[in-house]
């Protein structure tokens, strides 16, 4: 049975609901004018922690395992991504409130959900070391 537009509704309207009382307050960091300045937008995400691998445990190749990402981080549809260069943990949208504040770097970002195009986004995060 395909979706049609009051079903695809009903789902992103759903899936903001579910995203009440689990949400907190993180900073896109975007680059302005190819380098010259830096934008902040607060953005209100569900940000978990990933599970810390035993680098003791080897893959099913005989490998030392690696760790891809740090953090997964699920955002609404409607937040934009393009030339978000850093994510800042932090709720205050300055530049002295992003530089005391945990920073990850977008791994990877891709639009999940049943509805086309997606009904979120989950993105990857590695922090900055």
Not at 38 to 45: L, N, S
Not at 95 to 113: C, R
């Amino acid at each position: 049975m395909p979706l049609d537009a009051n079903k695809s509704a009903h789902i992103q309207a759903v899936t903001l609901r579910s995203f009440q009382g689990r949400q907190k307050t993180v900073i896109f960091v975007t680059q302005n004018n190819g380098g010259s300045s830096y934008t902040y937008i607060a953005v209100q995400v569900i940000m978990r922690s990933h599970v810390v691998i035993d680098p003791e445990i080897p893959t099913l190749f005989g490998t030392s395992p690696r760790q891809v990402f740090d953090t997964l981080l699920v955002v609404p549809i409607t937040a934009n991504f393009a030339g978000v260069v850093m994510v800042a943990d932090t709720a205050i949208a300055t530049a002295a409130g992003v530089a005391t504040a945990p920073k990850y770097e977008i791994v990877e970002m891709k639009p999940v959900g049943i509805v086309l195009g997606g009904s979120r986004y989950v993105a990857q995060l590695r922090r900055f070391r």
